[in-house]
């Protein structure tokens, strides 16, 4: 080498501590930080990429196959950051991006739960009975049936597409429950057509069917049975 111009490019690529006040860092010259500089921009731009998708589908969160697709994708991008060799300051910048993306899901995670919570909440209160056969997630409608105030025979179901299950929750008040409609009984009708079993108290109770196909079929049938059972 005649003079520092035939290094090339250089980039920092690692600074770590090895010992106490003493701090190596890894450089790469040439060709070498050339690709590494390359690498980085590729990456970058497929964060990119992935930030503008997901930021602009307002509605993810409410298919959790796309979701947990495009949280899956995002830790694959993680870890991709964490193990490529990039210059130091650009890894840095690419994972905080990345890490970024994350939050964005979390924020449509949190919006979706508290759309369908208010659903579940303002269709309560209008109604002394009710069937919910939409909610995919379980804990989001269990959640809005128990913090309801005002008294009202619930049936809530939620189908889980991975386990091919469907979990049935019913919550009846006392008052209801004195005039005939308990709720292991309004559960154990709807199980006939699940192909579950469940079971509970006068006041609440809960099941696990197999039959996801015939949601509608049970949402139906526990209607009718509230109906009838208060009439």
């Known amino acids: 080498m005649h003079n520092v111009g035939h290094v090339g490019k250089i980039v920092i690529s690692v600074e770590e501590a090895i010992a106490k006040g003493t701090r190596r860092i890894v450089a790469l010259t040439g060709p070498e930080a050339s690709r590494a500089i390359h690498r ?85 209160a209008k109604r002394q009975e009710h069937i919910f056969a939409s909610p995919k997630d379980f804990q989001v409608l269990d959640g809005a049936l128990k913090s309801m105030k005002k008294a009202s025979a619930t049936m809530g179901f939620s189908v889980n597409d991975e ?40 006041t609440q109770a809960q099941a696990t069917g197999t039959n996801t196909e015939s949601v509608d079929e049970a949402a139906q049938l526990a209607l009718k049975f509230a109906k009838v059972t208060l009439s």
């Not at 060799?85 to 939050?103: M, N, S, T």
């Open 40 to 124: 980085a921009d590729r990456l970058e731009q497929r964060v990119d990429e992935a930030h503008a998708e997901i930021s602009a589908d307002k509605t993810i969160a409410l298919d959790r196959a796309r979701f947990k697709m495009a949280t899956r994708r995002v830790i694959e991008l993680i870890e991709e950051v964490n193990q490529t060799q990039l210059p130091y300051c650009r890894k840095e910048a690419i994972r905080e991006k990345a890490k970024g993306l994350q939050k964005v899901l979390d924020a449509r995670d949190r919006e979706a739960k508290a759309a369908v919570a208010e659903q579940v909440s303002f269709t309560l």
């Open 163 to 202: 386990t091919g299950k469907v979990v049935v929750v019913a919550r009846v008040p006392k008052d209801l429950a004195e005039k005939g409609l308990k709720a292991s009984e309004w559960i154990t009708e709807v199980c006939s057509v699940l192909g579950g079993r469940g079971g509970g108290t006068a």
